[in-house]
């Protein structure tokens, strides 16, 4: 894996300047062994919503269908502009192909933690073990380059390919809530999933 050095910034750098220090270095990109992230960018959106329009897909990551064009492009922008998100496209190492995004969210500065949320969209891709590696990637990347020191997961209980996926990165369920979510009219269970740096 190679990393840019952030680590000496972090806790130096104003809370607004961290993610412009994540994310507009030239090298923000992270290599593993079949897939890298690397920076999520304003042509990724298009094959991105519909993936999110997908709806097998909607269900698993809490999103409403349809999404429209200009309902994207303003999550974009505020993607973009969020100052504790950091948000990373995951495409093939082989062939350098889009087939999904992870990013950390509502990164807790103070507190060092931050929530995972991952979608491999392109269905060829899914079940090949790179869900696994991508959440292995961000992991390195939170814990050694940004100082983290929780990550945390929500996960649908019944999603048990994202459960597997989680728990082979080394995450371990914390919590189940029950019937915190109303997706296609049934009341479903979320597992929160976490690792901790050790
Ligand atoms: C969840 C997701 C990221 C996992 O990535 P992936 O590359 O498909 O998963 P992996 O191949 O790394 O691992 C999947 C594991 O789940 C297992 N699995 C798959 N379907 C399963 C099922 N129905 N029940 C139990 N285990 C299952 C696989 O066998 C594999 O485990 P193994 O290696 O021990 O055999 C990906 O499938 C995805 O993006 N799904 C849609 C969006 C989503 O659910 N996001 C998570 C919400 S945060």
Redesign the pocket.
């Known amino acids: 894996m190679e990393f840019i050095d952030v680590s000496d910034l972090v806790g130096k750098v104003s809370f607004l300047n961290q993610r412009e220090v994540l994310l507009n270095q030239g090298a923000a990109m992270y290599n593993g062994r079949n897939i890298r992230l690397r920076p999520f960018e304003k042509a990724d959106q298009k094959q991105y919503r519909e993936w999110v329009n997908n709806s ?2 909607a269900s ?3 999103r409403i269908l349809p999404v429209s064009e200009y309902e994207h492009d303003k999550w974009y922008s505020s993607i973009m502009d969020r100052q504790n998100c950091v948000f990373f496209a995951i495409e093939t190492i082989e062939s350098a192909k889009f087939i ?1 995004a ?1 990013w950390l969210w509502d990164i807790d500065f103070r507190h060092r933690k931050a929530e ?6 392109e269905s060829s ?11 292995t990637l961000i992991q390195s990347f939170a814990f050694e380059k940004v100082n983290l020191h929780k990550l945390f ?4 209980s019944k ?8 728990e ?1 990165a080394g995450f371990e369920t914390e919590a189940e809530l029950k019937e915190d979510r109303f997706v296609n009219g049934v009341y479903e269970d979320v597992a929160i999933l976490a690792c901790i740096k050790r």
């Not at 891709?125 to 959440?135: D, P, R």
């Not at 997961?153 to 649908?156: F, G, H, K, Q, S």
């Open positions: 097998d897909i698993l990551v809490d999904g992870i995972v949320r991952v979608l491999i969209g891709s899914v079940n090949k073990g790179l869900g696994t590696e991508a959440i997961a929500y996960v649908l999603n048990q390919r994202a459960v597997r996926a989680f082979k």
